[in-house]
């Protein structure tokens, strides 16, 4: 049986992969704004038009020529005469220009009158029949959002790479604008391997286990926008391993192989990836993960992550995100953290970085931290009853109790109770 | 023209608001796991069987009887006969049970045999010919996965309320179960009202702008797992809002109403669904979004938000979001903060807290974080240009250059650069 002779460090298997990666996804598609948020957008967006397309008052108020407030105090109120009014919306760009001594009654966000140069705010002013008392002067544009202000004509509003989030659909909205170009999304292939392995549906026999990493990973995809493509399940064949992924390097952009890292004498899916590709790290210094790893085949990588869910969740996060990254050119946000106080004493082998499960939780208006105890890479339930995750790095051989870390908030950790707004 | 007499606070409003919402999404529906992630488990779902279904080994290696083992050393192998092999996924619970002295190759994941108690990991023994040599003792149940220690039968697996996330999925899957009860979507249905606003698609008209505050609604309540329902665009008429918003009560769980909260000499907006409901705050101690508020009609929401952009965002995600997690009964992902020092000093009235557009970047290794400077609560901008949001509490009337702020992060700190595993 084989062991692994050597452990990469994770900061240069992600270098070796960075590096190596050279496949991009490039192709395009436009869609409808509204199917936008989450996409990665496919070009910069430069404003069509200015926003606001034209001056507007910022309030509800008058408008007037800066100039004949001038002085304008309660105590010594400068008169003008009322005009008329815009309500939002009407074309006041029609109107004949404000004459000294006038002013008219003006909705926010309407277009200011021509000649008129500011807005006094109503609380400022007071109606009285056909005449406005204003108790306060304005310097011109006060109260005015100037044309352009928002975008001017030709900005750069949207830049390609940046993950569409619900501001920017109104952005693209404002500026007219109601269809986007995005990045097509990642295809990325998976295939299990194992003898052990049957897939949901059929019923559980002696021996096996229910495959519950391909689901997991495929919904993992799904959370970091790719489209998983199934090539299935197949037992501890070196030919059939092989004859797969190489059929899925023609579809997909990127696979994963899961399981069959350490098959008796043989290390199966390694053996039959090398084959493959042109580049290959196996065995990395983390855990849960150690039997995870990648190799580059054209540019395209082929993951190897565990068969045990927990495991292989740790390596997609530290290798598939990543890569899909740099394949779309593109960040996805970064995980929610906060710091809390350790219940109990957690150690970590040095050189290993440790991915261990905690239990965050609320004492007292203090968050503390209770690491898991785990027995295996298997141990889902450490992440259904814990949730977070605590990452111990290489050259930490853990944290004592007491001590303040950070971790990350796999789930929140309060299931209801008062929203922090 | 109506200002606002009185500004309620935050923590105030979001009281009321939390007490009177009364409603409740209480259907479910079943979906595949795969179409689970995201959505809100309806269901207390419990293991129907114990996973790992039988006791199977954690590591390659010899199951042996533990006891046959003890006092072994690298310096005193102790020599057991090896009678066979069992690979993952073979059915060895049909074996005859183990004897004494004598010990079966055995794959990580596979059930340990009959009468066997532990696995001597491959590295501490050494296989030759018909003879494994046993290096080091293991204690009874070493590497060894117990049935049930993952999940044992009947203990529950994932809570109603629960937001799905992928590592469900896996747990899920390995108890062999396809589908969960998820509970419905909650319906959403938006009104916008005001004369100056045309939809996407038409022509830009002097005096109108976009109506960009919905589609960035619609696309804020896809990414929380709402359905938005659009009820369309009403201008600035008490009775058609009125008739809208009774319509949209019928069928949607909550309501949100845009702009036209305070045009000319009504406030046409909260005089319609005053009229329509038991409860009403209109007026929020916040910026931006003063004219932000809520009614409550029959114990349902109708949600009065700012017709501008921004402040509708600031509106959604105090008031909307912790509607949402009271009527499905689940609790949303905090965003992810970082902590940075601030650029320059910022400033808050005090009594109201200021939702900050900032911009949050990398320098030497610091954080920093620059206000934006902002002259409406309308422009998008400061949003696409910044990349965080600073929240200054009602207490707070700023901070100084150089103080150090926790912000929330909107978009990723770099696009593209080194990952952080």
Same mark, same amino acid.
């Given at each position: 049986m084989k062991g692994f002779k050597k452990l990469t460090p994770l900061s240069e298997a992600i270098h070796s992969l960075l590096k190596l990666l050279t496949h991009r996804i490039r192709d395009v598609e436009v869609v409808e704004i509204s199917d936008a948020p989450g996409r990665v957008c496919g070009e910069n967006v430069y404003a069509p038009i200015d926003s606001p397309a034209y001056d507007r008052s910022a309030v509800d108020g008058y408008a007037v020529i800066a100039e004949d407030t001038f002085g304008a105090a309660p105590t010594n109120p400068i008169e003008l005469k009322l005009i008329g009014r815009i309500d939002a919306g009407y074309n006041s760009l029609k109107l004949p220009a404000l004459k000294p001594g006038h002013a008219i009654e003006i909705m926010t966000g309407a277009a200011i009158p021509p000649g008129s140069n500011a807005v006094v705010p109503a609380e400022h002013a007071k109606k009285r029949g056909e005449i406005v008392e204003v108790y306060s002067q304005v310097h011109p544009y006060q109260n005015i959002s100037r044309r352009g202000e928002d975008y001017s004509r030709g900005e750069l509003v949207l830049e390609k790479g940046q993950i569409v989030k619900p501001w920017h659909i109104g952005a693209l909205a404002s500026l007219g604008l109601h269809e986007l170009k995005v990045v097509r999304k990642a295809r990325v292939a998976i295939l299990s391997t194992g003898d052990e392995l049957i897939e949901l549906g059929q019923p559980l026999k002696p021996g096996k286990i229910y495959n519950s990493t391909k689901p997991m990973l495929k919904a993992?995809?799904?959370?970091?926008?790719?489209?998983?493509?199934?090539?299935?399940?197949?037992?501890?064949?070196?030919?059939?391993?092989?004859?797969?992924?190489?059929?899925?390097?023609?579809? +997909?952009? +990127?696979?994963i192989v899961t399981g069959g890292t350490s098959i008796g004498e043989r290390d199966l899916v390694p053996e039959a990836i090398s084959d493959l590709s042109d *580049?290959?790290?196996?065995?990395? +210094?983390?855990?849960?993960?150690?039997?995870?790893? *990648?190799?580059?085949? !054209?540019?395209?990588?082929? &993951?190897?992550? !565990?068969? *045990?869910?927990?495991?292989?969740?740790?390596? *997609?996060?530290?290798?598939?995100?990543?890569?899909?990254?740099?394949?779309?050119?593109?960040? &996805?946000?970064?995980?929610?953290?906060?710091?809390?106080?350790?219940?109990?004493?957690?150690?970590?082998?040095?050189?290993?970085?440790?991915? +261990?499960r905690v239990r965050i939780y609320r004492e007292d208006d203090e968050i503390l931290v209770e690491p898991l105890r785990v027995t295996g890479s298997g141990i889902l339930s450490t992440l259904t009853r814990g949730n977070g995750l605590l990452v111990i790095p290489e050259n930490v051989e853990g944290y004592d109790e007491g001590e303040e870390v950070e971790v990350e908030i796999l789930q929140p950790i309060h299931a209801g109770g008062e929203y922090q707004g």
């Open positions: 993992l995809l799904s959370v970091y926008g790719a489209e998983p493509i199934d090539l299935g399940l197949v037992g501890d064949d070196l030919d059939l391993i092989k004859k797969k992924v190489s059929e899925g390097l023609d579809h +997909a952009d +990127a696979i *580049f290959m790290i196996h065995g990395l +210094a983390i855990r849960p993960g150690k039997p995870t790893g *990648f190799a580059i085949s !054209s540019g395209k990588p082929i &993951f190897m992550l !565990s068969g *045990f869910p927990v495991a292989a969740l740790i390596g *997609f996060r530290v290798l598939v995100i990543p890569a899909l990254e740099k394949m779309l050119g593109c960040r &996805f946000d970064p995980p929610p953290r906060i710091r809390g106080r350790l219940t109990r004493r957690i150690a970590s082998p040095p050189g290993i970085r440790t991915y +261990a």
